[in-house]
């Protein structure tokens, strides 16, 4: 075996296959890593199993565990989604999702289902909740595909209004121009007839 064929084989020991029935896939986002379909996803299907470690608010230890990926089940269980394996922790937050957090608090289990069809190539995504989103989205801007299209919106608002107003506003600097220019071609005129009904 040659050198090349060494390194074919490194590479698919290293490179675990991707299994085929799964119907997403991370990959780059506007917002970093997210998770997208890779097959036609209906409505109602339970897509993904968020999991990690139970953590119990009850034990110092666990409450003091800080990170992003942490999914609140009640106020005593919370799952720390941090780990490798837990694909769904790539999936990011909407304001419109197609997708919604199924919580089940007595399993200790929460499973992302979807909650209109997904086309492959969409990325999934569910509404992180409004704690989430004050702790961490707030301060730097929502990035989601509905607040993007409503920001591009209302900048393209405000720059139409700007236009408006410096129209409004070069019109009205032309008239009180003109207005100026015909008071003086009216008072120049007057002097003129006063001076030559004099002499």
Known sequence: ????????????????????????????SKTGLGLFATKPIKKGTRIIRYFGPIL?????????????????????????????????????????????????????????????????????????????FKAYLKPIGCKCESCEKKRKKLRAEARAERTKV?????AKAKKAGAKSAKKKLNGHAVGKANGSARA
């Open 1 to 28: 075996m040659g050198p090349s064929g060494l390194v074919r084989v490194l590479v698919l020991q290293i490179m675990p296959a991707t299994s085929s029935n799964k119907p997403y896939r991370v990959a780059r």
């Open 56 to 132: 119990d608010s009850r034990i110092p230890a666990h409450d003091e565990i800080e990170n992003k990926y942490l999914f609140e089940l009640n106020g005593r269980w919370t799952i720390d989604g941090s780990v490798r394996k837990n694909l769904a922790r790539y999936i990011n937050h909407s304001c419109r999702p197609n997708a919604e957090s199924d919580v089940r608090p007595r399993e200790r289990k929460v499973f992302i289902r979807a909650i209109r069809n997904i086309e492959p190539g969409d990325e999934i995504n569910y509404d992180y909740g409004t704690d989430y």
């Open 166 to 170: 410096k129209a409004r506003t070069e």
